[in-house]
Structures are given as structure tokens and as C-alpha cells.
């Protein structure tokens, strides 16, 4: 099972960038996927989740300039940033939630690096 996300790069303040996670070995379409990020120096915190029912959520930070959405068909989720900030700088990771477990994230993606200019 391998999750990869990529699209990450520089951006400038205010302006957008769109991540995308690739997952395969296994269909997520049922799970609920997540986008977590880590800062330098901070811990990894919770940025967006879908679940199978699309369903979405979003921490308060980023609700109404981040989207997430899922193209089941090509097991892919994607994170929309648009408006971006300079506190959005930071890694991205993607994660599947565990089936055995629901609220913890069992697969994990390698990270994308989003950096930001002012």
C-alpha cells in the first residue's frame, strides 16, 4: 500500500497550489483521507479530511481557502489551496484512516513541501 502525494512547490502569498495523493495496493474509496501538515521546529497538525460519503472537514485555519475533494475512480484526493498564507508553509502529508480504528490514520504518504513567499 503506497500513498504519494505531490504537488507541492513554491507559491506566493495569495496565491494557490493544488496537492494531489495517489494511493494504490489498496481502494480507499471507502476510507476517509486526511491532509495533515508539519512546520519546521512544530508538531504534525490536522489541515483537511474527506470521508467515503464526501463528507468533508476542515481545521479553522484554512476553512473557506482549502478544498478537498477525491476522484474515487483514480483512488486520487486532492487538497485546492487557494489564498495561501505564509503560516501555510510547511510539509503536506496525506494519510488513509484505519478501517480497524477509525480516527487514526494507519498509511501515510512521504510529504510534499509547500513553501511560501511574502
Known amino acids: 500500500v503506497q500513498l504519494q502525494a505531490c504537488g507541492g512547490g513554491l507559491v506566493q502569498a495569495g496565491g494557490s497550489l493544488r496537492l494531489s495523493c495517489a494511493a494504490s495496493g489498496r481502494n480507499f474509496s471507502r476510507s476517509k483521507m486526511g491532509w495533515f501538515r508539519q512546520a519546521p521546529g512544530k508538531a504534525r497538525v490536522f489541515v483537511a479530511a474527506?470521508?467515503?460519503?464526501?463528507?468533508?472537514d476542515y481545521t479553522d485555519s484554512v476553512k473557506g481557502r482549502f478544498t478537498i475533494s477525491r476522484d474515487t475512480a483514480e483512488n486520487t484526493v486532492y487538497l485546492q489551496m487557494d489564498r495561501v498564507r505564509p503560516e501555510d508553509a510547511a510539509v503536506y502529508y496525506c494519510a488513509a484512516e484505519s478501517w480497524i480504528k477509525p480516527g487514526t490514520y494507519d498509511y501515510w504518504g512521504q510529504g510534499t513541501l509547500v513553501t511560501v513567499s511574502s
Open positions: 474527506i470521508g467515503g460519503d464526501l463528507t468533508t
